[in-house]
């Protein structure tokens, strides 16, 4: 019974997980969608990149991990000469947003993977717990 109990705080740990790497990749193709956005309104500031915040949380017995926020990155915005842009400075810059999309679809990969890692963990949770059933009946 001690190896259901643990098969089952595997699963809900491996959960905890996918549910947070499902917000992450929210908060990744937010910031692919906005990664060419100028501002609204002239001198205003475009889109800012998001980053996941995630902290520790209990689970039947482990410890899982949460979606805690997106808070804005500090990295400064790019800029492009673009002097025809109705929302240019007076130099003829336009700030465009802090996102890389290339670091945005190698973080999609990284999520992508670390999501596949937790179905596997479930996968093989409960394929344990069949195992174990089939040796108890025997």
């Keep these: 019974m001690a190896d ?5 705080a595997a699963e809900a740990i491996a959960a905890s997980a ?3 790497q499902q917000g992450r990749m929210r908060i990744i193709a937010e ?17 800012v990149r998001q ?3 995630f902290e520790p949380t209990p689970v039947d017995g482990g410890m899982g991990v949460r979606l805690v926020r997106a808070q804005p990155d ?11 842009n109705p929302v240019a400075d007076a130099q003829g810059y336009v700030k465009l947003p802090n ?10 990969r990284d999520a992508q993977r670390a999501y596949e890692a937790n179905l596997n963990v479930i996968d093989t949770a409960r394929n ?11």
Excluded at 4 to 8: K, S, V
Excluded at 38 to 47: E, F, I, M, W
Excluded at 74 to 84: H, M
Excluded at 99 to 108: G, N, Q, R, S
């Design 31 to 47: 910031n692919l969608a906005n990664a060419n956005s100028t501002s609204k309104v002239k001198g205003g500031n475009p889109y």
């Design 51 to 53: 980053e996941p915040v």
């Design 18 to 20: 996918l549910r947070a």
């Design 99 to 108: 996102v890389d999309p290339l670091i945005e679809a190698l973080d999609m």
């Design 4 to 8: 259901i109990t643990a098969t089952n």
């Design 74 to 84: 500090q990295t400064a915005f790019r800029s492009k000469y673009d002097p025809g």
């Design 128 to 138: 344990m717990d069949a195992s174990t059933l089939d040796i108890l009946k025997k």
